[in-house]
Nanobody
Framework: QVQLVESGGGLVQAGGSLRLSCAAS????????VAWFRQAPGKERMRVTA????????YYADSVKGRFTISRDNAKNTVYLQMTSLKPEDTAVYYC????????????WGQGTQVTVSS
């Protein structure tokens, strides 16, 4: 399994930006798909964005399209989530996740990082 550690969360005003990082260890993420999920209080966890490690098949939830960007640094084995034009409804715990391309379930998860957007 891959070990994932998120960082970069915090408190930001509406309209502001944050960049989350997810550092992977244990193995290279080649042949993996990586994703960011979020879970707000009282709500189910939802997938925000995902991408194959080679950059293929990007996905964005409608609620974040045009505002969030997923990217990765192969050399650092790290995936990023750049969030701009943040809204109070983006407030949630954000989780990094990974799965092999050969399976459908994300089986490696980070511990989560809190993002709070004030109005």
């Amino acid at each position: 399994q891959v070990q994932l550690v998120e960082s970069g969360g915090g408190l930001v005003q509406a309209g502001g930006s944050l960049r989350l990082s997810c550092a992977a260890s244990g193995r290279t993420l080649r042949s993996y798909r990586v994703a960011w999920f979020r879970q707000a209080p009282g709500k189910e966890r939802m997938r925000v964005t995902a991408i194959n490690w080679d950059g293929g098949s990007p996905y964005y939830a409608d609620s974040v399209k045009g505002r969030f960007t997923i990217s990765r640094d192969n050399a650092k084995n790290t995936v990023y989530l750049q969030m701009t034009s943040l809204k109070p409804e983006d407030t949630a715990v954000y989780y990094c996740a990974a799965r092999r391309l050969s399976v459908t379930t994300y089986d490696s998860w980070g511990q989560g990082t809190q993002v709070t957007v004030s109005s």
